[in-house]
């Protein structure tokens, strides 16, 4: 009875004429980390075409130029295997500190973690030009250790969730906050081609380096742990909030990693998660350089082109999130139903486009293509995106920790696949070789989701001992 009160009357009381629910502002600016996350990892794939002087060999199967105007090109002679280095160097850095991470936001609680971690990253990002001088080597140590504190973000942001998001705005949140990586991706992809061409490719790392440390002060003076530890939420919102969220089950036992890591359900995530990453990462990476050398762009236009189907996809996102919810909440499809139908097309509609690049000679049919690839994953948005709340909202962040590690491990196969297929030879028939190769990888994790995918609250999610209220409120956590 007071629940139901709670959630007709609060939504209305939380309303301020003086500030926002402090949801929402929770939501914002886990958002705007989420989009200087991504910032911080997509600025390079477009710098990097302005920082490296090096010839290439476009061969006799390139199409026919679309722009060929000349960019002036002065820096390093830095191979494609060098490059996918460098450009991967930032993943792995964040395989050390994922799980580490996740156990820090579950143990010392998250806005202390993820937080200061980016604003460290986004300091380095500053210190990149500089590294950049003392060799290639330095500057890929510069960006293992960015990653570092990078990889400690995401898994704190999942432990918010369950503690801030009311489940009735759940998928409409997590769509904002997670669609904002494509936010960031676009930014950087429309931004830092005219950012090189006007004041060099240093103004790049300056530019969003000095955002990220911004944005961790109002991270620090604006975002809690908990509604309870928040001293400036109405007394209205914080008894919305505790009302529709699971209160955190009192967990005293140690993680069960063999359950976790043995779990055919955790698997199934992770793997639509890992199709999601590897074609983002190989889009992030390596279309800059694709407008560029095979469609013959130039580096701001290429910028410019690389950022078009980001914008498509943050509105895709959006709405096939809400429309997923909505489906699932009128009783039209399970929650299960709807996370395979919604993941098919996320996997199996990218695979095909990809497929139809390689039969396509004309670059504006090849960009629209590319377009459609980019709107279609964002069925993930309304598929098992949050599929980990369902399974264990318990150790939800150490769920997403083990998820980034595999994720980075893909991230950086990724840019180093296709610069070994690649291999100095940028032309038609290499690339081709590409399409197909990424249209086989991101179509098998449908296959595992779709036979193994689940959505119940797994077995070794709660202590044997938990108490029956315990038990309750666990379900609705992943109702």
Known sequence: MNTKSNEQAAPAGCRSLHRPPA?????????????????????????????????????????QPVNSTATPREGYDWDEMTQSYALAGLSYGSLLSCVLGARLAELLGPR??????????????????????????????????????????APGVSTLLLRWVPLQERGLMVSIIFSA??????????????????WGWPAVFYFYGGLGCLWTVLWL??????????????????????????????????????SICTSLPVWSFVAVKVGVVYLLYMFLNELPTYMKNILNFDLASSGYLSAVPYVFSLVTN?????????????????????????????????????????QVHDATAIVVLIVVTMVLQGGFFGGSVVNHLDLSPNFAATVTGLSEVVSEVVSILAPTLVGAIINGEQTRARWQIVFYTSSAIISLPYLIFF???????????????????????SKLSAA
């Open 112 to 153: 202390l973690v993820s937080g200061p971690s980016l604003g460290v990253a986004a300091l380095l990002h500053v210190l990149c030009p500089l590294a950049a001088g003392g060799g290639v080597g330095v500057f890929v140590a510069m960006r293992v250790l960015q990653g570092v504190f990078v990889g400690a973000y």
């Open 451 to 473: 036979f193994f995918g689940s959505v119940e609250e797994q077995r070794w999610n709660r202590p044997k001992e938990e108490p029956e209220a315990d038990k309750r409120n």
């Open 181 to 198: 990586t494509n936010v960031g991706i676009l930014v950087s992809m429309a931004l830092t081609g005219k950012i090189c061409t006007v």
């Open 318 to 358: 959006l709405m096939l999130g809400s429309a997923s919810q909505w489906l699932r909440s009128k009783g039209y499809l399970s929650h299960l139903t709807a996370y395979k139908i919604f993941n098919g097309l996320a996997m199996l509609g990218p695979a095909a486009m990809m497929l139809a690049i390689t």
């Open 23 to 63: 949801r929402y502002v929770f939501c914002a600016l886990a958002a705007a980390g989420n989009m200087l996350n991504f910032t911080l990892k997509a600025s390079l794939s477009v710098a990097i075409v302005a920082m490296v002087d090096r010839q290439v060999d476009s061969g006799q199967g390139q199409l």
């Open 221 to 258: 003076l604006f975002v809690y742990n908990t509604p309870g530890d928040h001293p400036r939420i109405s007394a209205e919102e914080n008894d919305y909030i505790l009302a529709n969220v699971a209160p955190e089950s009192k967990v005293t036992f140690p993680v069960p990693w063999i």
